[in-house]
Each structure stands twice: as C-alpha cells, then as structure tokens.
C-alpha cells in the first residue's frame, strides 16, 4: 500500500471468550505496516463517536457474529457504515436477544418485517413469546445489515453467492478465514491423556467448541454406546463450555457412557493444541446451521487430525478426501459408521488427517487470510456509503428530542448532536 490507511475495528478481543476475538487478535497484527488499526470493543465504543469526528476513519470494519458479544455493534453499523465481516450468514438469535431483553418489542417488530417482508408479521411472536429457539434459523434476519455496508465479507465462495443472488447489487465479497499452526511438543499426548484418565491405545474422537444442541452431542452419545457395547475401547474428550448445554448429565446417563466421556471444560487458547494431540479424530458437526465456517474444524485440520462434519450445503466445495460427511437425513446410523470406521482403520484416520492438513495449507493458514484482508480493505474503502432511505425507525431516530426540548428552552441548539 502506498498510503496509510486508518481503520476503526470493532470486535471483541481476548480475554472475552468468543472464537471471533480470537480471530481479531490473530489477523490484526498481520495486517500490514501501513494499515493503522484502532481496537473498538465493547468497553471503548461509547468514545469513537467523538473520536470519529475529530478524526474520521478512512474504514470502519465489523466483526459481526451471532453472538451477544457482538450486540454492541448494531447502534454504529448503520450510522457509521463500512466493512462487515458476517461470520455468521444468521443472525437471528442474537439480534432478537438483543431487542428483546431490552424490551424493545415493537422495535422488534419493526425490524423483523423490514429483513423479512415476504412474511407474515405475526411470525415475529414466536420470539416475543419466547419460543424462537431453532425457529430463529429461518429467518436470518440481515437484511439491514447487507444494504447498509459498503463491503459484505463472509469465509465461504457459496456463501457470498448466495448473499449476491439473495440481494442484487449488495457487494459481497470472500475471505478466507485462517488459523494458526498448533505448537506441540512431543510428550503433550502422552502427559494429556494421562491427565484425563484415556488409555494409552484407546480411541479418542474430540468435541470442540461451546456445546449447544446444534454440535449433535445427542447423536455423538448415541454412537459412542453402540461402539461401546461392541467392545471398542471408545472415549469422546469434550472441550469447551458446557453451561449452555444443561441436558448432557441426564444424555450422559441414559445412554450409560458417563465413563467414557472426558469433559474438559473452557480451556486457553495456548492449550488446545495439547488437547488437539491427545485425540484421535474430532467431531465438527452442526445443525441447525447458521452457514458458519468453523474455526475450531480449521485447528483440527491444522493438527493434522482426521475429522467428520455435517453435510451441509455451504460445505460442498470442500473435496471429499478433506473429511467425512454425516448424511442429515441419517445422522445416528451415518455417524456410527464414521465413528466405526475411524476406531476400526488407522490408515484411514492418518490419510485424512494429511489430505486436511493440505487443505489448511493452502486455503486456511493465517497468512492466506491476511492476504486477503489486503484485498478486501481496499476494495471496501472504495466502495461508496449506500443510500438506504426506507429503514426502521429505531436505526435513523438520533434519540436527542428529549435534550433538544430541554435546550431550545434557553433558546439554544445541539448542532453537535445532527446527523453528518
């Protein structure tokens, strides 16, 4: 670049618990010289207003999730239009959440009708009344989002396609997303497995990631016993927070498995390489599906580990030899048999652990995400600011009426406050 750029990132960073702060903190260093990036997380957006009219940004790039974590950024994306990276294609849950604890129902309301016009406005109901759950992945919910940017970034060629055909004219673009090379020394398998109580020559298929309902515990659990009861020597190592997921003590025992399941709970990112050496193949499955790219699929594919995933449409330009695909009209008998194959075939786990661990080479290493993000920031700074006239009101109301009547009493205006 010939000129430096300054750019304001919002996101969340370590020590928040989110994979996307993990992934801002790995890309923002690796951006180039010339890139000034200034860190907006929760706790320091309140100050970018005033920052951003002394000195405005040439960029202002969202790192938006489906995630609490990323609801802070909903009061500036539309104000303060620029890149969005979407890594989740479905928003729904956490933009719901968001208006609905803070009992903003009609504004609900509002922006449920605008993202979906095609439906019936009674269907916003399900989550007023609380009954969203999976019903929210119907209904995306980023419509507001899209036309607003001035650049769409997601991790997935299908996924930008999709975005295009969906919204004409949108500018939508893919970056790869990347993640680093797992450092491990030689004796983690063996000083890990024995920490965790696995023996020696047994198998070991790893969990990662926060459970929830969607990573398929319930499915997981169901074959673990069949390939227990078959007299494998099977064991499933869970590693991530389970709080989330109350149901796994009472799945645990009704398919009698407790003492084949290792739970490790929240662990440092500086430890998961460790983890990723104690198994032997990991299970990244998801449904229903917000059309992510999993960073914690990535890592296992870093570490050269054999791994089964959902057969999900957005994953269909990944080639058969990278992973096994669980067929979704079959999960329990297509996951068993994955499982199966991987305990009974050591050949087979070491070819697919190579053929992953090529992939990640050439498509997923953080240097090829830079290198993208080269690409996308300057092609997002060219691109104009939207003119979207037709918004909910609760994105273009400024909310000053209440300090304007209290000023224009002593005849007096807040010019300050105006939109720009």
Same mark, same amino acid.
């Given at each position: 670049m010939n000129a430096s750029m300054r750019v304001a990132w919002f996101s969340p960073f370590p020590p928040?618990?989110?994979?996307?702060?993990?992934?801002?903190?790995?890309?923002?260093?690796?951006?180039?010289?010339?890139?000034?990036?200034?860190?907006?997380?929760?706790?320091?957006?309140?100050?970018?207003?005033?920052?951003?009219?002394?000195?405005?940004?040439?960029?202002?790039?969202?790192?938006?999730?489906?995630?609490?974590?990323?609801?802070?950024?909903?009061?500036?994306?539309?104000?303060?239009?620029?890149?969005?990276?979407?890594?989740?294609?479905?928003?729904?849950?956490?933009?719901?959440?968001?208006?609905?604890?803070?009992?903003?129902?009609?504004?609900?309301?509002?922006?449920?009708?605008?993202?979906?016009?095609?439906?019936?406005?009674?269907?916003a109901d399900y989550a007023v009344e609380g009954l969203g759950g999976s019903i929210h992945y119907l209904w995306p919910m980023v419509?507001?989002?899209?036309?607003? @940017?001035?650049?769409?970034? +997601?991790?997935? &060629?299908? !996924?930008? %396609?999709?975005? $295009?055909?969906?919204?004409?004219? /949108?500018?939508?673009? @893919?970056?790869?997303?990347? +993640?680093?090379? &797992?450092? !491990?020394? %030689?004796?983690? $398998?063996?000083?890990?497995?024995? /920490?965790?109580?696995?023996?020696?020559?047994?198998?070991v298929f790893a969990v990662f990631g926060r459970l929830a309902t969607e990573k398929r515990i319930a499915a997981v659990l169901q074959s673990l016993a069949a390939l227990s009861a078959d007299g494998r020597d099977v064991y499933v190592l869970i590693v991530g927070e389970t709080d989330g997921y109350p149901e796994l003590p009472e799945q645990l025992a009704r398919h009698g498995v407790a003492d084949r399941v290792r739970v490790a709970g929240h662990v440092p990112d500086d430890a998961i390489a460790g983890y990723l050496a104690a198994a032997d193949a990991c299970l990244c499955l998801r449904w229903p599906t917000a059309k992510e790219t999993s960073a914690s699929w990535l890592r296992c594919l870093a570490a050269a580990r054999a791994t089964v995933i959902s057969d999900?449409?957005?994953?269909?330009?990944?080639?058969?030899?990278?992973?096994?695909?669980?067929?979704?009209?079959?999960?329990?008998?297509?996951?068993?048999?994955?499982?199966?194959?991987?305990?009974?075939?050591?050949?087979?786990?070491?070819?697919?652990?190579?053929a992953g661990n090529r992939y990640w080479s050439v498509h997923h290493t953080l240097d090829a995400m830079a290198e993208d993000y080269r690409r996308v920031l300057l092609q997002a700074a060219g691109c104009p600011v939207p003119t979207v006239d037709d918004l909910p009101s609760h994105f273009t109301d400024d909310y000053s009426g209440t300090a304007r009547g209290v000023v224009s009493r002593f005849g007096l205006t807040v010019d300050v406050l105006r939109r720009r």
């Amino acid at each position: 670049m010939n000129a430096s750029m300054r750019v304001a990132w919002f996101s969340p960073f370590p020590p928040v618990r989110s994979g996307i702060a993990a992934y801002s903190a790995d890309i923002v260093p690796r951006l180039d010289p010339d890139i000034v990036v200034d860190r907006v997380a929760e706790s320091d957006a309140h100050d970018f207003v005033w920052r951003e009219r002394r000195h405005p940004h040439d960029l202002v790039v969202y790192q938006l999730g489906n995630a609490r974590c990323h609801d802070y950024m909903w009061a500036y994306l539309v104000r303060y239009p620029g890149l969005v990276v979407l890594h989740d294609a479905r928003l729904h849950h956490a933009r719901a959440g968001a208006l609905l604890r803070d009992r903003r129902d009609d504004d609900y309301r509002r922006e449920f009708q605008y993202d979906h016009p095609g439906v019936r406005p009674e269907a916003a109901d399900y989550a007023v009344e609380g009954l969203g759950g999976s019903i929210h992945y119907l209904w995306p919910m980023v419509r507001v989002v899209i036309r607003t @940017a001035r650049l769409i970034a +997601v991790h997935s &060629p299908i !996924v930008a %396609a999709d975005l $295009r055909d969906e919204f004409p004219g /949108a500018a939508v673009a @893919a970056i790869r997303m990347g +993640v680093p090379a &797992p450092a !491990v020394d %030689a004796g983690a $398998r063996v000083a890990l497995r024995r /920490a965790l109580g696995l023996p020696h020559g047994a198998m070991v298929f790893a969990v990662f990631g926060r459970l929830a309902t969607e990573k398929r515990i319930a499915a997981v659990l169901q074959s673990l016993a069949a390939l227990s009861a078959d007299g494998r020597d099977v064991y499933v190592l869970i590693v991530g927070e389970t709080d989330g997921y109350p149901e796994l003590p009472e799945q645990l025992a009704r398919h009698g498995v407790a003492d084949r399941v290792r739970v490790a709970g929240h662990v440092p990112d500086d430890a998961i390489a460790g983890y990723l050496a104690a198994a032997d193949a990991c299970l990244c499955l998801r449904w229903p599906t917000a059309k992510e790219t999993s960073a914690s699929w990535l890592r296992c594919l870093a570490a050269a580990r054999a791994t089964v995933i959902s057969d999900l449409a957005h994953l269909a330009d990944i080639p058969a030899s990278v992973a096994m695909r669980v067929d979704l009209l079959d999960e329990n008998r297509s996951l068993e048999l994955a499982m199966r194959r991987l305990t009974d075939d050591g050949r087979l786990r070491e070819e697919l652990g190579e053929a992953g661990n090529r992939y990640w080479s050439v498509h997923h290493t953080l240097d090829a995400m830079a290198e993208d993000y080269r690409r996308v920031l300057l092609q997002a700074a060219g691109c104009p600011v939207p003119t979207v006239d037709d918004l909910p009101s609760h994105f273009t109301d400024d909310y000053s009426g209440t300090a304007r009547g209290v000023v224009s009493r002593f005849g007096l205006t807040v010019d300050v406050l105006r939109r720009r």
